[in-house]
């Protein structure tokens, strides 16, 4: 069933009020005609970098909880580790194969008790790689807060917050949906933004990137 995405109803009011940019519309529409007969398909995330379907909720809740800075803002390099023998991932790939690597290895990766009291060492030990992680003690302090959240109102299972949802991404019959819930129950809502204060009727623009992305991902091995 058709779900409408309520977070692009600010982004359309805003629309109309833009003061500092244009939109070009001719070359909008000659874009959508180059790519309109493309062959655009959705990318079923499976290979050396992903596990099992049973184990895919779980993946995808705790990668996409981290799923963001991968490049160094001082010297420009990227997040990268050798995975599988002989691979170089970068990027969110790297931190992928970080956790493949640790399954592999026997670490309760998926677990929500691990990530509730890791310490810095092992956290270290976990995503260590060709070139380092930026922000570790931001993410181990983020994963930390959200396994304590995960286990004192889901059971220490996302695949409970999906059931509570009822599969459904966004609120549907006064049931929150996943996305809401996420951003909401946990520290997945870190990309709001305002309009300033000295416009009267303020608008606020909530994107709940990395929420949308987990639902987006979860979907893409569901169906």
Request: hydrophobic letters at 40%.
């Amino acid at each position: 069933m058709y779900m409408r995405n309520p977070y692009l109803d600010a982004l359309y009011a805003a629309c109309r009020h833009v003061q500092h940019v244009v939109l070009d519309v001719p070359k909008i529409v000659e874009t959508g005609d180059r790519i309109a007969l493309s062959n655009f398909v959705v990318p079923d995330w499976k290979g050396p970098l992903f596990p099992d379907d049973d184990l895919w909720a779980e993946f995808v809740f705790w990668t996409s909880s981290i799923n963001f800075a991968f490049t160094d803002t001082f010297d420009g390099v990227p997040y990268s580790l050798e995975y599988p023998k002989g691979s170089i991932q970068s990027g969110s790939n790297a931190m992928y194969a970080a956790f493949i690597r640790a399954m592999e290895r026997g670490v309760p990766a998926l677990d929500a008790e691990f990530w509730r009291s890791i310490t810095p060492e092992l956290f270290d030990e976990f995503f260590a790689g060709s070139t380092p992680l930026p922000m570790l003690q931001e993410r181990r302090q983020l994963l930390a807060k959200n396994a304590r959240t995960l286990i004192s109102q889901y059971g220490g299972k996302s695949e409970n917050v999906l059931k509570e949802s009822n599969y459904n991404c966004f609120t549907r019959k006064n049931v929150p949906g996943l996305v809401d819930r996420l951003a909401s129950d946990f520290t997945f809502c870190d990309d709001v933004l305002y309009r300033p204060a000295t416009y009267p009727s303020g608008i606020r623009l909530t994107f709940n990137k990395r929420a949308q992305l987990l639902a987006l991902l979860y979907q893409a091995r569901a169906q």
